[in-house]
Antibody
Framework: EVQLVESGGGLVQPGGSLRLSCAASGFTFSTYSMNWVRQAPGKGLEWISYISGRSSSIYYTDSVKGRFTISRDNAKSSLFLQMNSLRAEDTAVYYC??????????????WGKGIAVTVSS | EIVLTQSPGTLSLSPGERATLSCRASQSISSSSLVWYQQKPGQAPRLLIYGASSRATGIPDRFSGSGSGTDFTLTISRLEPEDFAVYYCQHYDNSLMYTFGQGTKLEIK
C-alpha cells in the first residue's frame, strides 16, 4: 500500500524550530518529487515547498523562504521539513504529498494524513 | 501571479442533485495544469481530477471536469451523501509551483 506518514509536529514557541518528517512506503521513493502543503485552522490549502527526486530542484513559497528547508533521504524513503524562526502564522496542519509521476500533468496524488504544528507562547 | 477564484463559496444541494463548481483563473492557463481535490473534515485532500478533465484512479464517473483558458468546472452529476465536502482547484506553473483556489464547500441542503 502506498503510504505517507508525517511526524514531528507539536507546540513550539514563536522563534523556535521544529523538524517534520514524512516516511514513505509502498513505492520507489527516489523516483518521485515530493511536496509539503499546509492548512491553517479553518483555512484553505497552501503549497509551501517542493523537492525533486534527486534533490536537484528545490522551491519554496515566498512566506517560508529563508526560514524553512526541505530535504530528503532516499535511502530511508524519508522527506523532511526543517522549520526555523517559526511564527504564529505558521500554525497549521502540514501534509507531505507525492508529486505526479507524469511530465505532462502536474498534481499531488498521494497525501499523508497530516501533522499539526502550533506556534504559540 | 495567477490567482484561482472558486465559486460559489458555499453550495447547498440535496443528494441526487447535480453540482456545478467553478474555478476561474486570473489569466489563461494550460488545461494540463488544472487539478481538483476533495477534502472532508479531518482528512487529507484527495485527488479527483487532473489535466482539467481526467479522473484520478478510483474516482467515480459521476465526477467530471471540463474547461479551458480561464474557466474550469467540476461537475458531480448526481450527489451521493459522501460527496459533501470542500473542493479545491489547483494550478501549477514553473515559477510559483502550485497555487490553490480558496475552496468551495458543498453542503447538504
Amino acid at each position: 500500500e502506498v503510504q505517507l506518514v508525517e511526524s514531528g509536529g507539536g507546540l513550539v514557541q514563536p522563534g523556535g524550530s521544529l523538524r517534520l518528517s514524512c516516511a514513505a512506503s509502498g513505492f520507489t521513493f527516489s523516483t518521485y518529487s515530493m511536496n509539503w502543503v499546509r492548512q491553517a485552522p479553518g483555512k484553505g490549502l497552501e503549497w509551501i515547498s517542493y523537492i525533486s527526486g534527486r534533490s536537484s530542484s528545490i522551491y519554496y513559497t515566498d512566506s517560508v523562504k529563508g526560514r524553512f528547508t526541505i530535504s530528503r533521504d532516499n535511502a530511508k524513503s524519508s522527506l523532511f521539513l526543517q522549520m526555523n524562526s517559526l511564527r504564529a502564522e505558521d500554525t497549521a496542519v502540514y501534509y507531505c504529498a507525492r508529486d505526479s509521476p507524469s511530465y505532462s500533468y502536474y498534481y499531488m496524488d498521494v497525501w499523508g494524513k497530516g501533522i499539526a504544528v502550533t506556534v504559540s507562547s | 501571479e495567477i490567482v484561482l477564484t472558486q465559486s460559489p463559496g458555499t453550495l447547498s444541494l440535496s443528494p441526487g442533485e447535480r453540482a456545478t463548481l467553478s474555478c476561474r483563473a486570473s489569466q489563461s492557463i494550460s488545461s494540463s495544469s488544472l487539478v481538483w481535490y476533495q477534502q472532508k473534515p479531518g482528512q487529507a485532500p484527495r485527488l479527483l481530477i487532473y489535466g482539467a478533465s481526467s479522473r484520478a484512479t478510483g474516482i467515480p464517473d459521476r465526477f467530471s471536469g471540463s474547461g479551458s483558458g480561464t474557466d474550469f468546472t467540476l461537475t458531480i452529476s448526481r450527489l451521493e451523501p459522501e460527496d459533501f465536502a470542500v473542493y479545491y482547484c489547483q494550478h501549477y506553473d514553473n515559477s510559483l509551483m502550485y497555487t490553490f483556489g480558496q475552496g468551495t464547500k458543498l453542503e447538504i441542503k
